[in-house]
């Protein structure tokens, strides 16, 4: 079973509060990430981690935490929503061993920012 | 910087036609390419996917072209059928030591006409 499993399917938030997107997968995937994807734009790496070692784009650094309190499971979290984090949010996971190249993506989470 | 760029941006063809999806990069030391598909709903799935050591991987229907001298691959798809309608996201990463991230394009809306 290759099911990467993302809850809510939609999650609505208000500006300035708090947002937390869960993620969990069976697989035993040592590592999972997570994307941002807008409308016409690219899939945009956010975060990912590997076993218990978190690694952020220097870019979102500020914007986006994360933990992973098993192996199964991992969470995004947004301390103060803003408009712009408006998007569609793809959990993934890849397979043990380095450099491990196939993604396995959830349907993600639609948050919407009002 | 758009480090992977794909066209069109939409495709429509009839059914038995062949897609053909355009992808270029600029980081010359990507050397792994997956095409990921997408279905409504769904998260992206890996399709087929090339190292550039080859110019040239099938898979049934799917046919991957890679040019390295110019940067660019292609996705060809034969017999294009209704069940093909989806988007089509070009990857690259480097896969040399322990390198996770997977740079992503903006995607192809494909569309098959019966």
């Known amino acids: 079973d290759t099911t990467v499993k993302q809850n809510p399917r939609y999650k609505l938030a208000r500006v300035g509060k708090p947002v937390n997107l869960i993620c969990s997968q069976t697989?035993?995937?040592?590592?999972m990430y997570w994307y941002q994807k807008k409308p016409n734009q690219a899939p945009k790496l956010l975060l990912f981690?590997?076993?218990?070692?978190?690694?952020r784009e220097a870019d979102t650094f500020e914007k986006f935490q994360s933990s992973r309190p098993n192996n199964s499971f991992c969470s995004l979290y947004i301390g103060s929503a803003g408009l712009e984090y408006s998007a569609m949010y793809l959990c993934?996971?890849?397979?043990?061993?380095?450099?491990?190249?196939?993604?396995?993506f959830g349907s993600g989470t639609r948050l919407t920012v009002l | 910087q758009q480090q992977v760029r794909q066209s069109p941006q939409s495709l429509t063809v009839w059914e038995g036609e062949t897609a053909i999806l355009n992808c270029s990069y600029e980081?010359?030391?990507?050397?792994?390419f997956p095409w990921y598909q997408q279905f409504p709903g769904e998260g992206p799935a890996l399709l087929i996917a090339?190292?550039?050591?080859?110019d040239k991987k099938e898979d049934g229907r799917f046919t991957i072209f890679f040019n390295k001298r110019e940067k660019k691959l292609s996705l060809h798809i034969t017999d294009s059928q209704p069940g093909d309608s989806a988007t089509y996201f070009c990857?690259?990463?480097?896969?040399?030591?322990?390198?996770?991230?997977?740079?992503f394009g903006k995607g192809t809306l494909l569309t098959v006409t019966p």
């Open positions: 090339i190292r550039s050591v080859s």
């Open positions: 697989m035993n995937h040592d590592t």
């Open positions: 981690y590997y076993d218990k070692i978190l690694n």
């Open positions: 990857a690259a990463k480097y896969s040399g030591g322990s390198n996770y991230k997977l740079t």
């Open positions: 980081n010359s030391a990507f050397d792994y």
């Open positions: 993934a996971s890849s397979r043990p061993g380095l450099g491990a190249e196939t993604l396995y």
